[in-house]
């Protein structure tokens, strides 16, 4: 049996028939289990997904098309034999096939391998090839399958874009034009797809037409964004203009068999970084190469210069590799000592800057932490005397990310995101102007004040749409369903239920984008449990809910809602001083609640300690992702603990 979503949904047997599916209905609970990738999916969250205004009867009406799928995908199942395709599992659903049965996988499979070796070309073409209309095309309107059409489409184009990098470096491609032509008029923002088209021109021995694309692109770019084209796009008008015979194809992080040097190298991997989604965690592993190889030249300035080009926007302290963030700090130390105290003042404040921004603060013992602070004041003063403004915005990154020293730090942290957007707009800057516009969102939720907060969630936005930041509109979207979980507790407000329904909402969109670093796990159970939290319920207790790092400040209160009371008191007696990241004031709120609870004294007493200097903040708003409600209410509570005779 095989299923294919990239179109309407079908299953066909084995010998090409199809397999009746039933009604609508029945054909969207397939699909979401085909996008859920083999994990299982609750109930209710199946019924939300289904329904906007879920029935009174949902649950039994989802039992009802189970039990009809089953059938129809298990003809041959004698009864009370468990089902093997459509299985239940915990509290939901899950669907059991191998990954090559199913056409979505297929092609995610064919690009990923297509991405490491041009040897994947031909699973590519025959997975595009799949593809017969939109992506879950008979399930309009569900919030969830617009979220997963959004996210194939983006994938689709990045494939059809590979497939002609990889024709093109193999020697072939002029027969491209036509279809590449077509690609660019359909999506003439994506400057990778102009580059493409003029490279095919050119190898068609069209270089007039291969240079009026490069500056239709140009005027295109200007006009209607006014952007100038990319680096790529500049490097290739100027070989088509020197009449290079034999246009060798653009450096590729996807190519292999290419070595472009580590300059190269790490300006493609900074490029893939701005871009987002997976492009990140990519381009993060292409700059360590970069660095190790720039060290290995034995040229301290190349090194120097290779460690500081990548100035990525970084937003998170909590890295997803902390050793490779650390193997980039040990590099940077290294040749800041090469460089010694008399080196170029630029070179050294980028060292400075990048030793700020990847000593990730969550994941740092105190005298690293200690060096990363002095590194981030350093490089700004640095770049203040050198009147550089992306030098200095570089510094201010750092200096924001090492500005998570205790709880109750939001308004500094607000005045560092000021000068950033203001930096950054007068100078031109969009990247950093994303980076200021979120800064200062975390900062005014961390302050409660949401109407200022949505403010820069909508500038943000808008300027996503001219940088490409793909990452942006998923971390808004978080704080949208912040918005929805604080207004839950309002008279009038929305329901506890669509909040819940707007968190896994973003966490969907979250896990769609490939990732950011140190964000996503663990985020969706601690902000159910804010929720729960804010209406007074106990901690959920789901074991499939993913803690993450968060682990140990959750347990006490998930083992109190299992009613397991002394294995609560013996985790609160374990429980670590929370890490000094955007999460500090929550996790510190977690100990104060579950210390109260338990009436542990000297545990409430350290917590009210720590949260009194953020007794007019929100906990966990710092994130700008969720919320567990104000801090004065969990310093209340602990404090009456902690002063009792």
Known sequence: MRIDVLGAVRALHDDGTPVDLGGP??????????????????????????????????????????????????????????????????????????????????????????????????????????????????????????????????????????????????????????????????????????????RALHRAGRQADALATLRRARTMLSDQLGLDPGAELRHLETEILRGAATLQPPPSLWAAGVRPGPRTTVELARTLALAGGGGLVHSRRDRLVAVRAAERTGDTALTARVIGAY??????????????????????????????????????????????????????????????????????????????????????????????????????????????????????????????????????????????????????????????????????GWFRARVTAARSTEPDGPTAAAAAAHYRTAENALAGTGGMPGLHRGLFALALLGLRLLHDRPAPTDPALDWGPYRPWTRPLVLLARNRDEEARAALAVTPEPPLDHMQEALWCLTAHAAARLDERPAAARAATALRPARTEHAGGASGMLTLGPVERYLAEAEACADKN
């Open 25 to 198: 209905r029945h054909r969207e609970v397939l699909a979401r289990l085909v996008a859920a990738g083999g994990r299982m999916v609750p109930t209710d969250t199946l019924v939300e997904d289904l329904w906007t205004d879920p029935p009174v009867r949902a649950v039994g009406a989802l039992r009802t098309f189970v039990a009809a799928l089953r059938r129809a995908l298990e003809p041959g199942r004698t009864p009370r034999t468990p089902p093997r395709v459509l299985v239940t599992e915990g509290p939901g659903y899950a669907l059991r096939l191998p990954r090559d049965a199913v056409d979505v996988h297929r092609f995610e499979d064919a690009l990923a391998r297509a991405r490491r070796t041009p040897e994947g070309r031909a699973d590519l073409d025959t997975a595009l090839a799949a593809w017969r209309g939109p992506a879950y095309a008979d399930v309009p309107g569900s919030v969830w399958a617009q979220r997963e059409r959004a996210r194939l489409e983006e994938l689709r184009l990045e494939a059809t874009e590979l497939r002609a990098l990889l024709l093109l470096d193999s020697g072939s491609g002029a027969e491209l034009v036509a279809e590449l032509g077509a690609h660019v008029a359909e999506h003439p923002w994506r400057e990778p797809a102009w580059g493409l088209l003029a």
């Open 311 to 476: 100035d990525v926007p970084a937003l998170w302290t909590r890295a997803d590799d902390p050793e490779q963030s650390r193997a980039v700090v040990a590099a940077a130390v290294r040749t800041l000592t090469a460089l010694g105290a008399d080196g170029p003042a630029a070179l050294r404040a980028r060292l400075l800057a990048t030793v700020a921004v990847e000593s990730r603060s969550a994941d740092l013992p105190a005298t690293e932490r200690r060096r990363a602070g002095r590194a981030a004041r350093e490089a700004e003063a640095l770049a203040r005397e050198l009147d550089d403004p992306a030098l200095l915005l570089f510094a201010l990154n750092g200096r924001f990310l090492q500005s998570f020293t205790r709880p109750g730090l939001a308004a500094a942290r607000d005045a560092i995101g000021a000068e950033i957007l203001d930096l950054a707009t007068r100078h031109e800057l969009p990247d950093f102007a994303v980076l200021g516009r979120l800064v200062r969102l975390q900062s005014a939720s961390a302050l409660g004040d949401l109407g200022t907060a949505t403010a820069h969630a909508e500038a943000a936005d808008q300027l996503a749409v001219s940088t490409e930041a793909s990452l942006v509109p998923v971390l808004t």
